[in-house]
């Protein structure tokens, strides 16, 4: 495949709001060993990529500087080493940056087929939530069938792929969110029941449900010491983001008294090493219900790749349900 010298991108021209990413042009990056290098043809747009814009979410240093951190696409290049695919092929990858650009790089093992029959704006949207959900639900929280699970932010990119996945384990499947549409909606996906926190005290609502074996929060802040509350005997809480704040005031007791387990983590600094392994539990167990149509992203806007400032203050307004992209190619 012939490769240009440059091309389009958008970087971040300084820590700031929406305004401040840009079109810019720049060099086509090479793939080094175990890479490949995608020509992207959609991107997906996260909120780690507003926090990376905002100046509180810096890139690994061997990392691309443009943001990004999910694209679909066709392999234009490959490094020494690569095995299992090729040139031409499809795929939908986890990226470490750059995403928001006509090529990005990745590890060769970080990248997955695109599922059958799925249009390349939907396989854009995949690898942020379902690697951040498979790892932070399953191989971190545990979560098996007949449990019942309550997802924060229901309605959001990982909310949705969370009820999708604990939908087919076999979960039962509790939810918050803001609107009466977008319980509507997560109902709609599987959720036993949405509930909207402007209205109801999730806390009391699930402890008529018996309590919460398993809590998915991205929010923090005080909603810490009510999910101690709102968990059941031997509860599991998983922590992934901080909405609210990451600092909150919280009365351990109850931790040792309930025998609480909380855990959490982030997907950008892990190892490559560490994020192979997820895509490896993906394609093993996720992937054959994507190929069936069993799952799938919901999908909420389509921005083209030079409206990268239109998609982040959308995002950021939080009336969106479900995945926002850019199309680049």
């Not at 069938?145 to 979960?171: D, N, V, Y």
């Not at 109902?187 to 109801?200: D, F, K, S, W």
């Not at 239109?310 to 926002?324: N, Q, V």
């Amino acid at each position: 495949m012939s490769l240009p010298s440059e091309m389009r991108a958008i970087e971040i021209a300084e820590p700031g709001g929406p305004e401040v990413l840009r079109e810019t042009r720049v060099k086509v990056p090479e793939p080094g060993a175990g890479q490949i290098l995608i020509a992207v043809e959609y991107a997906g747009v996260n909120r780690p990529d507003a926090l990376q814009r905002a100046g509180k979410y810096a890139p690994p240093p061997e990392a691309s500087p443009l943001p990004g951190l999910e694209a679909a696409g066709t392999i234009a290049a490959v490094g020494p080493g690569v095995t299992g695919c090729a040139v031409g092929d499809k795929v939908t990858a986890l990226l470490p940056g750059g995403g928001y650009a006509e090529y990005a790089l990745t590890q060769a093992d970080h990248a997955l087929p695109v599922p059958e029959g799925m249009a390349m704006d939907r396989a854009a949207a995949l690898c942020e939530t379902f690697f951040t959900v498979w790892s932070n639900v399953v191989m971190r929280g545990r979560l098996t069938a007949g449990e019942r699970f309550l997802i924060h932010g229901g309605s959001s990119g990982i909310g949705t792929t969370a009820i999708q996945i604990a939908r087919e384990l076999g979960a039962r499947v509790f939810v918050t969110a803001g609107t009466e549409e977008k319980c509507a909606a997560c109902v709609e996906l599987g959720a036993e029941r949405a509930i909207n926190y402007r209205e109801e005290d999730f806390v009391e609502v699930m402890r008529e449900e018996g309590g919460a074996d398993l809590i998915l929060d991205m929010v923090g802040g005080d909603y810490i010491a009510r999910n101690f509350k709102t968990l059941a005997n031997d509860g599991r809480l998983v922590q992934i983001a901080f909405l609210q704040a990451p600092v909150a005031e919280v009365n351990f007791a109850v931790l040792m008294t309930k025998r609480l387990t909380m855990t959490g983590s982030t997907l950008r600094p892990q190892s490559n090493e560490a994020k192979a392994v997820i895509a490896a539990e993906l394609r093993k167990h996720v992937w054959p219900w994507l190929d069936a149509g069993k799952i799938g992203p919901v999908m909420d806007s389509e921005f083209a790749l030079e409206e990268a400032a239109k998609a982040h203050a959308l995002m950021e307004r939080s009336t969106h349900i479900g995945k926002i992209v850019l199309k680049v190619g």
